[in-house]
């Protein structure tokens, strides 16, 4: 073998650099690089590290393996000259090519065959997906499926009744808002028998790899005896689990091996064993790999950990399109406007009447930067991947964390994660004052639960003001009535702020706005 190396892969490896003028920059994607300290490009055209071997598709910096690189790329020859060290870290790198097929690398790129939660929010099923339900028999035996109709009324696909709506013992999933709220629903009918909610999408063509199940999601946070998850390829179970109530979501991968055109592949969502009812929030991917790779971790679409560094991802795993246009749109507005104040936070704040801070801060070019749903880690996302280092306001506003209340976040960790958030504002924007705003109530009364959790919240919140560059504000008291409860021309669906609202908080936070302002 070593013979083979020597005398025909290293000189074949050796000339073909040479006639590209820049080892290894364009090489096969399943060939060896080698310890070359010229920079390179990864295979999919981005940057890489230069100084990288690359075994099936797989990228490592060799330097996590080697302290020295013995193969230098020498400018003068254009070409890469390898000492006896160099020799022998070849061989090993062309029997590791040799072995890899028997090797399962991580973290190489897949092809995306289909997307559960953009198949789902289509009143007609896209191509190669269909609905089902195990109206007869049991789930696992394809014969006794019907399918789910899509329901206007309801704007759910189930079985409709005489009256137009939903029946309530047939299973189906709801997206009545948005595709962050594809609920589905299963139960067990009068016999004891469970009914499963069944997404199915057959292979319209031979997939060339592996077919994966890749960056599921499942949150059931209604149903205490868990739900059930099944997977099946055709009626062939691959993979069975129970997803316990939780309010954040369970995330699954699996690995269906070689298939064929005409396939199924089958998610079941249904309740589990000792329970009357199960489903949640259901997303996932189907992806394709060569034989022996497979994809990274699965991503926590639905809830990722606050410690992330996450923009709002789509269904596919990846950064959703419209979300990314909105961050585009307001870096770039920044960057033409320039303003001395800046909004940042969440749909609560996006929403601000662009009128009324113009009427009261004009002179400031206010700046608005709320972006609906957002939580922590997105706002810290933004933060990392925007312009606010570029631009150099007087005042920050920073507005955040409810929807890290909403996904049952405790006090702690939530001050804990805007501290985070406060320390990025400070790195990107050093001269800056902050001015950190209490979360706001919500619900129709301030005795409700979830304020209780909010004010304990707050209290954390204000011990993170310094009184220098960090100043602490609540207005939420503004927002309700003397007896303690929310109207509804203030908060008309119990959470966001309506324009009387707003008019309240300006008048509120105003005077603090100046005196910050005008220092």
């Known amino acids: 073998m070593f013979t083979l190396v020597d005398d025909l892969l290293l000189p074949l490896v050796l000339s073909v650099s040479k006639m590209c003028r820049s080892f290894p920059k364009t090489f096969p994607p399943a060939s060896v690089t080698v310890f070359s300290s010229k920079p390179t490009e990864s295979t999919d055209g981005t940057a890489s590290h230069p100084c990288r071997w690359v075994v099936g598709r797989v990228r490592r910096p060799c330097r996590a393996i080697l302290p020295v690189t013995p193969c230098v790329w020498d400018e003068r020859t254009k070409s890469v000259p390898c000492s006896a060290t160099g020799k022998t870290i070849f061989r090993f790198a062309v029997a590791l090519l040799v072995l890899s097929p028997t090797i399962a690398h991580a973290g190489g790129p897949g092809k995306t065959l289909a997307v559960y939660g953009d198949a789902a929010v289509s009143k007609t099923p896209t191509p190669g997906w ?81 077919v994966w199940i890749n960056n599921g999601n499942l949150r059931n946070q209604a149903f205490r005896e868990g739900t059930a998850l099944q997977i099946y390829v055709n009626d062939e179970l691959k993979s069975q689990s129970l997803c316990k109530q939780d309010r954040f979501a ?115 070019r206010p700046a608005n930067l709320g972006m609906g749903g957002d939580g922590i880690q997105n706002v810290l996302w933004r933060l990392q991947n925007g312009v606010l280092d570029q631009i150099h306001p007087k005042v920050i506003v920073l507005l955040i964390g409810t929807n890290n209340i909403t996904i049952g976040l405790t006090p702690d960790q939530i001050a804990d994660g805007i501290a985070s958030l406060l320390k990025a504002i400070q790195e990107k924007a050093p001269a800056s004052k902050i001015l950190l705003l209490g979360i706001l109530p919500r619900g129709e009364s301030i005795q409700e639960a979830s304020n209780e959790k909010i004010r304990q919240t707050n209290a954390k919140l204000a011990l993170l003001a310094d009184n220098k560059r960090i100043f602490y504000l609540e207005v939420g008291d503004k927002l309700v009535e003397p007896d303690g409860s929310i109207s ?20 509120a936070m105003k005077p603090t706005l100046d005196k910050l302002l005008n220092e």
């Open 488 to 507: 509804r021309e203030i908060m008309p669906d119990k959470l966001h702020v309506a324009a009387p609202g707003y008019t309240r908080w300006m008048d």
């Open 130 to 210: 269909s609905f089902l339900w195990n109206a007869s028999g049991k789930v696992g035996d394809s014969k006794g499926y019907s399918p789910l109709s899509y329901v206007e009324k309801a704007r759910a696909y189930g079985v409709m009744d005489e009256n137009g709506t939903l029946k309530p013992d047939v299973p189906s999933h709801n997206m009545s808002r948005d595709f962050f709220f594809l609920d589905i629903s299963a139960m067990r009918d009068k016999e004891g028998i469970a009914r499963f909610y069944i997404a199915s999408y057959t292979l319209a063509e031979d997939p060339a790899g592996e």
């Open 250 to 364: 369970t995330v699954f991968q699996e690995n269906l091996g070689r298939l064929k055109k005409g396939d199924a592949i089958r998610v079941a969502v249904g309740p589990g064993e000792k329970s009357p009812q199960g489903g949640g929030r259901l997303f996932f991917t189907i992806e394709e790999y060569p034989a022996g790779e497979k994809p990274a971790a699965p991503i926590p679409i639905l809830t990722p950990p606050l410690n992330a560094v996450n923009p709002e991802l789509g269904a596919d795993g990846k950064i959703h399109r419209v979300y990314a246009a909105k961050h585009q749109a307001q870096c770039k507005a920044l960057l033409a406007n320039n303003p001395e104040l800046v909004f940042i936070g969440d749909s609560i704040t996006a929403r601000w009447p662009a009128e009324l801070l113009q009427e009261k801060f004009g002179a400031f």
